[in-house]
């Protein structure tokens, strides 16, 4: 049992999936103020991405997860794919354009404190999302998410957050902390590769993994992980390289006569 199993609504639908269409309602509500008389316009394509997100993570809760392959492509898509939907779309932004200025200049000075740069660091990012996908399956915390819901779902509450931090540090969009150049950026990416290849390949051979499951459900479930995490990390690096915008030298300063 997951998170999205751990309470229901009406008609039987989990409550935890009616999170997903809230978000998106009051994030199209403040897209829509900006059509106001004196306001830019807000991107389309912005309000799109954080849709699609947001569908992604409403699907995610509602992928039924009995087996490790479910798990996967549950794990799949809140941690990785609704994390890059949502963070293209540009929600800290747009929040920054709702909100009163004073309030907008208070949380950029919060954003500036050195423990938050030090929590956006990609690194950070990639010690708790991939660190917690070798702490899921190489010691007996995957075994007890599977007796105790609560604890299924705070996993899968920290693999939203941690794939949100994740994303945002490598190709966010949104203000924050200053971020590592480029390159830096890249070459941490391909160590979150790395770290996925190499836990999918633990995972297809039975090596050193600690797993409720059968050969051939750790085979797919590896499987789910090798390709679909390719396909989440090839996405991310494509968003890094179309939001960068090399920076400016500095001009020369004028010769005087």
Known sequence: MSLAHAGHAAGGIPAAALVPPVLFWAYLAAALRQRDPGRPGWDHRRTA??????ALLA???LLPAADLPGHM??????????PLALVLGAPGTLALRTLDRR??????RVLRRPALQALAHPVTGLLLTAGGLWLLYLTPLHRATLTHPALHGLVLL????????FTWSIAGPDPGPHRPRVPVRLVVLGVGVAA????A????????????????????GATV?????????????LALLVTWRPERAPRPAAVRA
């Open 49 to 54: 991405s954080f849709g699609l997100g947001a």
């Open 59 to 61: 699907a995610g809760l």
């Open 73 to 82: 492509a549950q794990h799949l898509l809140l941690g990785m794919l609704a």
């Open 103 to 108: 309030v907008g200049r208070a949380a950029l």
């Open 158 to 165: 920290h693999f939203v957050l941690s794939g949100y931090l």
């Open 196 to 199: 996925h290849a190499v836990l």
């Open 201 to 220: 390949q633990l995972l297809y051979a039975g090596v050193l993994v600690d797993v409720a499951a059968t050969g051939d459900e750790l085979r797919a």
């Open 225 to 237: 992980m090798y390709y679909g995490g390719d396909l989440a990390e090839i996405l991310l690096a």
